[in-house]
């Protein structure tokens, strides 16, 4: 498995492969961080923060995250800079180090992708749900390439729309078959139904 270093953004959200992420960016780490990979066309890790705050000291993050990509970057009206960035690999963070400036930097190991898989007959009404809510959405999720016949794509999408706590999201991203991981999904929602 190949390795990177790379800086990380620790956020109270979870990103998967594939996926969209909106972001406002105001503090100067971050600035300077998202104008190195815009100069160096690179990517940044998110992961969730199990300690601390998305401000200030830099937060204890879980060691599975997603490397995200810059997609589109546009000065917002409050002037803060707003981002979108894509989902495209999920990693383990081998180590890391914080620098002077808070900015939490990592070498980590990619994890392998979804490969495609299809899906089981019991999972069509979570693809029925997730059309659904597809269609309620505008951007980031409007122009988003839809593949509703793979276990991957849909589970990554309903873990990142469906109201789940963070713990709850981060074991999805953590698990490594999708079908296991549309398996999980459909207990946690049996489970809040009760």
């Not at 951007?139 to 794509?153: Q, R, T, V």
């Amino acid at each position: 498995m190949s390795r990177l270093t790379i800086p990380i953004f620790p956020l109270h959200s979870v990103l998967f492969p594939g996926g969209p992420l909106v972001l406002r960016i105001f503090e100067p780490r971050y600035l300077d961080m998202v104008s190195r990979c815009l100069r160096e066309e690179s990517g940044f890790g998110v992961c969730l923060i199990r300690e601390g705050s998305e401000v200030g000291e830099a937060a204890e993050v879980y060691p599975v995250g997603t490397l995200g990509r810059i997609t589109y970057w546009h000065q917002r009206p409050d002037g803060l800079l707003g981002l979108t960035v894509r989902g495209e690999q999920r990693f383990r963070i081998i180590e890391q180090r914080v620098e002077p400036n808070q900015l939490i930097v990592a070498e980590v190991e990619l994890l392998p992708i979804d490969p495609p898989r299809a899906l089981a007959k019991e999972h069509m009404g979570l693809v029925a749900m997730l059309r659904r809510i597809l269609a309620e959405l505008d951007h980031p999720y409007i122009n988003l390439p839809k593949d509703f016949d793979d276990a991957g794509w849909v589970s990554s999408r309903l873990v990142e729309l469906l109201p789940l706590e963070y713990s709850q999201k981060q074991r999805l991203l953590q698990e490594d078959d999708p079908l296991q991981r549309l398996d999980v999904l459909m207990r946690i929602m049996l489970q809040n139904e009760e």
